[in-house]
C-alpha cells in the first residue's frame, strides 16, 4: 500500500483548507459549545466530500479495521430496522445518535495531512485548559460559563457537560501533557508539563463528584505507566505518578464519601432503589438477560427502549432505564446481536491494532486511548450520549489517522530513500 503525501498544490484548494479549518473548529468546540462543534462537522464533513479528489489517492486505507468497524456498526443499524418492531420514534434516534460513525472516513482521511493533526490536537488541548483554568477559577469565583456555581475547595466544579463527560476527557488530557512532558528536551518546560497534568488530576479527584472519573483516571495512568516503563528511571516515574495519584484520592473527603457510596449502593442493588451504582446493576443484569433470549441476531434496532420496560416492572424503572443500560457493550449486543457486539470490539481495539509497528510514543497514546474507550464503555453508552460521543469518534479519527498515515508515510519515504 503506497502512501500519497498531500503536496503544497493540493494544500492550496479552497475546499480542502476549509474543510480541515472546520475539523479543527470541532476539535476546539466540542468540549465547550456542543452547538458550534455540529455546524463545524457538518460543513467539515461536506466540505471533506468536496474535497475528496485530493484524499482519494489513499482511498486503499479505507480498508482499515477502523472504517469497517464504523461503517459496518451503521450498516447494522440499518439493517436492525428490518426487522425491529420499536417504534419510528425510537429507530430514528438511533440512526441520529449513531450518525458520527458515517463521518469517520471522511475524517480520518482529511486527517493524513501532519500540520493539520497537529493543529486538531493543539485545538483539544487548548480548550481542555480553558476548561481546567475555569475549574480552579470557580473555586474563587462564580465564572459565567461555568455549569456549577459552588464556591470553595472540595466542591464539584462541572465547567461544562456533566464531570462524568469533563473527567473522562481531562483523564484523557492528562497523558497528553505527560506524553508532550516526555518528549521535549526543556527541563523547565518538562517541569510546567508536569504541573499541568498534576492540576488535571487533581482537578478529577479533589473538584468533582465523578466516581467514573477516579476510575477512568487510574486506567489511563496506569496503562501510560505500563507501556513507558523501561528501565530504573521509568519505574521512578511511574512510582511518582502513582503516589500523586493515591495522594490526591486519600486527602480528598469526596472521593472517600463517594466510595462509600457506591459500595453501600452495590451491596443494596437487589432491592431495586434508584441509585447510580445500584442502578447500573440492574441496568446490566436486566439488560443481559434480555440479550440472551435473541444471543445472534439481538432484537433490533431501537428495541431496547420499549423492550426494557416490558422486562422491569418496578414502580418508576421505565423511565428510569428506557435510555440506554449505561454499558455500550450490552445496547450493541442486545439490539444488534454477536455481529453488533464484535464490530464494535473491533472498534474500540482498532487503534491498538494499527499501532502494531509504530513508534513507542504513538503506541502508548493507542493503548492508553482504547484502554479509556474500553473501561468507559462498561459503565456508560459513549456512543449514545452526545458530548462524549463527540470526543471518542473524533479521537479516534485523530489517534488513528496520525497512526495509519505515519507508518505509511514512512514506508512511502524509506521507498524513495
Not at 486505507?61 to 430496522?81: F, H, Q, R
Not at 479527584?205 to 528501565?231: D, I
Request: with cysteine.
Amino acid at each position: 500500500m503506497n502512501f500519497h503525501p498531500i503536496s503544497s498544490v493540493d494544500e492550496k484548494s479552497k475546499m480542502y483548507v476549509a474543510a480541515m479549518v472546520m475539523l479543527v473548529v470541532a476539535y476546539f468546540a466540542f468540549p465547550v459549545a456542543m452547538g458550534l462543534a455540529y455546524a463545524a462537522m457538518v460543513f467539515a464533513f461536506l466540505l471533506g466530500l468536496a474535497s475528496w479528489k485530493i484524499i482519494w489517492p489513499n482511498s486503499e486505507l479505507l480498508k482499515s479495521p477502523l472504517v469497517l468497524a464504523s461503517v459496518g456498526l451503521y450498516l447494522m443499524v440499518a439493517i436492525g430496522w428490518l426487522y425491529s418492531s420499536a417504534s419510528w420514534d425510537d429507530a430514528k434516534l438511533h440512526f441520529s445518535k449513531y450518525a458520527k460513525l458515517i463521518i469517520i472516513p471522511v475524517f480520518f482521511l482529511l486527517l493524513q495531512n501532519f500540520r493539520w493533526r497537529k493543529s486538531c490536537v493543539a485545538a483539544f488541548m487548548g480548550s481542555m485548559a480553558f476548561i481546567l483554568l475555569s475549574v480552579y477559577a470557580n473555586v474563587f469565583w462564580q465564572l459565567p460559563w461555568s455549569k456549577t456555581q459552588n464556591l470553595g475547595w472540595g466542591q464539584d466544579h462541572t465547567v461544562i457537560g456533566d464531570y462524568i463527560t469533563q473527567n473522562i476527557m481531562m483523564a484523557f488530557f492528562t497523558v497528553l501533557v505527560l506524553e508532550k512532558a516526555v518528549s521535549v528536551q526543556s527541563r523547565g518546560y518538562q517541569l510546567f508539563l508536569g504541573a499541568v497534568a498534576l492540576a488535571a488530576v487533581v482537578a478529577v479527584t479533589q473538584l468533582s463528584n465523578g466516581r467514573t472519573g477516579y476510575v477512568l483516571l487510574l486506567v489511563v495512568l496506569g496503562m501510560y505507566a505500563l507501556m513507558w516503563a523501561r528501565g530504573a528511571k521509568q519505574w521512578l516515574a511511574i512510582g511518582a505518578i502513582a503516589c500523586a495519584v493515591a495522594a490526591s484520592l486519600a486527602t480528598s473527603d469526596k472521593v472517600h464519601q463517594r466510595l462509600e457510596e457506591a459500595i453501600t449502593e452495590a451491596r443494596n442493588s437487589d432491592a431495586m432503589e434508584i441509585t447510580s451504582i445500584g442502578g447500573r446493576i440492574n441496568f446490566w443484569k436486566n439488560t443481559l438477560e434480555m440479550t440472551l433470549e435473541k444471543p445472534i441476531t439481538g432484537w433490533g434496532t431501537g428495541e431496547y427502549h420499549a423492550q426494557w420496560c416490558v422486562h422491569v416492572t418496578k414502580e418508576g424503572w421505565c423511565e428510569f432505564g428506557r435510555w440506554h443500560p449505561h454499558n455500550q457493550y450490552l445496547f450493541f449486543w442486545m439490539e444488534h446481536g454477536i455481529l453488533g457486539l464484535a464490530l464494535f470490539i473491533v472498534l474500540v481495539l482498532s487503534p491498538i491494532w494499527m499501532t502494531r509497528q509504530m513508534p513507542a510514543s504513538s503506541r502508548r497514546m493507542a493503548w492508553c486511548f482504547s484502554a479509556l474507550f474500553a473501561v468507559n464503555s462498561l459503565i456508560n453508552a459513549p456512543l449514545w450520549s452526545s458530548r462524549e460521543s463527540h470526543f471518542f469518534v473524533l479521537m479516534l479519527c485523530l489517534v488513528c489517522a496520525g497512526i495509519s498515515f505515519q507508518r505509511e508515510q514512512d514506508k512511502d519515504m524509506l521507498q524513495r530513500a
